[in-house]
């Protein structure tokens, strides 16, 4: 064998080594560059679905539970309550829900899945404030004496029904939105995602 040879020989040997450990540095360093690129725990929590026990809510109570970095009410609806949404509708400005604030498979003036349930998202449609229960009825409200009971944004003056139907001539476009969900049991709620998904 020529020196010639064992030189390309070694030479080729060489090449491979250095590739080899290149490919390895390569690998190493990308690893850790797309594990930063996808998302965070807490991301991923952001967006994942929330479940709510609803077995402790009494008739007229209403509890709070956070999806997506919203506040959510789940407002257990007594029969009186209920019964207010027809003489709302008149009042209304979107009575029947034709806008898209909630799931196709939300109907009716309950805008509920099971009626004594609502689940809405607690962010007025006009600027992002917070309403706030205004569940009396009449001058007890502080609203008015004919106030059937609802919601009341503080800010600029929103009002909306126990459907979270936004009253007519009000700053708030839409009404309140309803997220999708479901129920996994009769006491457990998964909201942030449809049964279908």
């Given at each position: 064998?020529?020196?010639?040879?064992t030189?390309?020989?070694?030479r080729?040997?060489l090449?491979?080594?250095?590739a080899a450990?290149?490919?390895?540095?390569?690998?190493?360093?990308?690893?850790?560059?797309?594990?930063?690129?996808?998302?965070?725990?807490?991301?991923?929590?952001?967006?994942?679905?929330?479940?709510?026990?609803?077995?402790?809510?009494?008739?007229?109570?209403?509890?709070?539970?956070?999806?997506?970095?919203?506040?959510?009410?789940?407002?257990?609806?007594?029969?009186?309550?209920?019964?207010?949404?027809?003489?709302?509708?008149?009042?209304?400005?979107?009575?029947?829900?034709?806008?898209?604030?909630?799931?196709?498979?939300?109907k009716?003036?309950?805008?509920?899945?099971k009626?004594?349930?609502?689940?809405?998202?607690?962010?007025?449609?006009?600027?992002?404030?917070?309403?706030?229960?205004?569940?009396?009825?009449?001058?007890?409200?502080?609203?008015?004496?004919?106030?059937?009971?609802?919601?009341?944004?503080?800010?600029?003056?929103?009002?909306?029904?126990?459907?979270?139907?936004v009253?007519?001539?009000k700053?708030?476009?839409?009404?309140?939105?309803?997220?999708?969900?479901?129920?996994?049991?009769?006491?457990?709620?998964?909201?942030?995602?449809d049964?279908?998904?």
């Amino acid at each position: 064998m020529s020196s010639d040879e064992t030189i390309d020989g070694a030479r080729r040997n060489l090449v491979l080594a250095s590739a080899a450990v290149g490919g390895v540095a390569t690998v190493a360093t990308a690893v850790p560059f797309l594990a930063s690129m996808a998302p965070s725990e807490r991301a991923k929590a952001a967006g994942a679905p929330v479940e709510a026990d609803i077995s402790k809510l009494a008739p007229g109570e209403m509890m709070r539970v956070e999806w997506r970095g919203k506040p959510v009410w789940i407002l257990r609806r007594t029969q009186e309550m209920l019964d207010t949404l027809k003489k709302a509708d008149p009042l209304v400005a979107d009575p029947d829900s034709k806008r898209p604030m909630q799931p196709d498979y939300i109907k009716g003036d309950a805008r509920a899945i099971k009626p004594e349930y609502l689940v809405v998202v607690g962010i007025c449609t006009h600027l992002g404030c917070s309403p706030s229960e205004k569940f009396a009825e009449g001058a007890a409200s502080g609203i008015s004496d004919d106030w059937l009971g609802g919601f009341l944004c503080p800010c600029h003056g929103s009002t909306f029904d126990f459907s979270g139907r936004v009253y007519k001539n009000k700053p708030a476009p839409d009404n309140l939105e309803v997220p999708p969900y479901y129920y996994l049991s009769d006491t457990r709620i998964l909201i942030g995602e449809d049964q279908k998904a």
